[in-house]
């Protein structure tokens, strides 16, 4: 029972994977709207919708943490964006993604720390083969040049590489706290998303309903239930997979861009998308292999 309960939240946490993946269709469907006032929006919205799903559910005293959960939760949501959204802006976007997609790899390794889990040698040829598609994804068959000029930037996105790794495995040491205390995390995010628009961003809104309707999508989706549902996978779900598995974020949202127009399917996609396969594979042989003798059992 208890590795059926575990197979059941890495299914769910592997959904917010999936939700990730429309964050590049929705994201471009959202037009100029800037980072920082975007994550507001996104983050607003998602927390509202939940404090009133957790309001008429009779469930509101799920936010009732203590100080230091609120400040973990929201430290590692908000953290993670400011510091993304710093690397992007100081970076070329390409390396600053790159770096900043070391964050399954970090998982997968930080996994090693907790109580009760081992960390295999597949778990790790995996990942690297998911970084290896992500990094050819990511830079599309180029060469890829970091300079020194870009310091900061590249700063920027090892730190937010740190973060939700840090955030996604400490997760896992803070069990007892039920997932809809997201919610608080999720509102928190936006309050300091709204600062950070007004210190640092011009504003300029969704215009029209195409935009609002993306903006929607993203809050209720990858910048809303996805959130929710990783927490539950890291918590419960079996971690290194979830790790490894995350890699194909990237190569999802690029097929999906290619399927609505805003790319080209190219050898280094595909070359990408066996290898992001592939690693998730060998980082799951343990729950595959163990579910087939599992079926074999009289």
């Known amino acids: 029972m208890a590795e059926t309960g575990r197979v059941k939240a890495t299914a769910i946490g592997l959904s917010a994977v999936l939700m990730w993946a429309t964050l590049g ?33 009779g469930k509101l005293d799920r936010l009732r943490q203590p100080l230091k959960v609120w400040a973990f939760g929201t430290i590692g949501l908000f953290g993670f964006h400011f510091f ?25 390794l930080f996994s090693a720390l907790l109580p009760g889990e081992k960390l295999r040698i597949h778990h790790v040829i995996g990942t690297i083969l998911g970084l290896a598609g992500a990094a050819l994804l990511i ?15 590249y700063g920027a996105a090892v ?11 400490l997760s896992r040491r803070l069990g007892a706290v039920p997932t ?14 709204v600062c950070c628009h007004i210190a ?21 989706f990858p910048v809303g239930l996805a959130f929710f ?33 805003f790319g080209a399917l190219t050898m ?12 998730a594979v060998v980082a799951a042989k343990d729950m595959i292999f163990k579910k087939g003798r599992g079926a074999k059992t009289p």
């Open 25 to 57: 269709v929705f994201g471009a469907g959202s037009g100029d709207v800037p980072p920082f006032l975007l994550n507001a929006l996104c983050f607003g919205i998602s927390g509202t919708l939940a404090l009133i799903w957790l309001t008429v559910s």
């Open 84 to 108: 993304y959204f710093t690397a992007i802006r100081n970076a070329p976007p390409v390396e600053a993604n790159l770096i900043n997609y070391t964050w399954p790899l970090l998982i997968v």
């Open 139 to 153: 830079s599309g068959g180029e060469g890829i040049q970091f300079s020194g000029g870009f310091a900061i930037g």
């Open 159 to 169: 730190t937010s590489s740190l973060f939700w790794a840090s955030y996604s495995v």
């Open 180 to 193: 809809e205390a997201v919610a608080g995390f999720c509102l928190m995010t936006a309050i300091l998303s």
């Open 200 to 220: 640092l961003e011009e504003t300029v809104w969704p215009a029209g309903s195409l935009e609002w309707a993306s903006v929607l999508a993203l809050a209720l």
């Open 229 to 261: 549902t990783w927490d539950i996978g890291v918590k419960r779900g079996d971690i290194q997979v979830l790790g490894a598995a995350a890699y194909s974020a990237p190569l999802l949202s690029t097929l999906l861009l290619i399927a609505f127009g």
């Open 268 to 279: 280094s996609v595909g070359v990408a998308c066996l290898a992001i396969t592939l690693g």
